[in-house]
């Protein structure tokens, strides 16, 4: 099993900056595929971010410029750096973990969730 752990949500105003982190049990850590999903009221929950094991990331195309993922593996933590935030960013940040086993099944992990409010 793997725990997802987060911290750093919180209000911000526009233009300002949050750096999200995870921390994630396992020994295998930099295997993992990690992502950052985000869900606003009344919205669909939606990737924001993904870093594979090898170090190639995506990012939707909102927050593009603005918004870095990285990891560290000596730590077994991703981080979502959000910087120029803006009202719309405003969400509920959940962090998710796609475990490959040697078997070739697959577990996906969620953290709990943090609050990023962007408001002036």
């Known amino acids: 099993q793997v725990q997802l752990v987060e911290s750093g949500g919180g209000l911000v105003q526009p233009g300002g900056s949050l750096r999200l982190s995870c921390a994630a049990s396992g020994s295998t850590f930099s295997s993992y595929v990690m992502s950052w999903y985000r869900q606003a009221p009344g919205k669909q929950r939606e990737l924001v971010a993904t870093i594979t094991g090898g170090g190639n990331t995506n990012y939707v195309d909102s927050v593009k410029g603005r918004f870095t993922i990285s990891r560290d593996n000596a730590k077994n933590t991703v981080y979502l750096q959000m910087n120029i935030l803006k009202p719309e960013d405003s969400a509920v940040y959940y962090c998710?973990?796609?475990?490959?086993?040697?078997?070739?099944?697959?577990?996906?992990?969620w953290g709990q969730g943090t609050q990023v409010t962007v408001s002036s």
């Open positions: 998710n973990a796609l475990v490959v086993r040697l078997s070739g099944g697959r577990s996906v992990y």
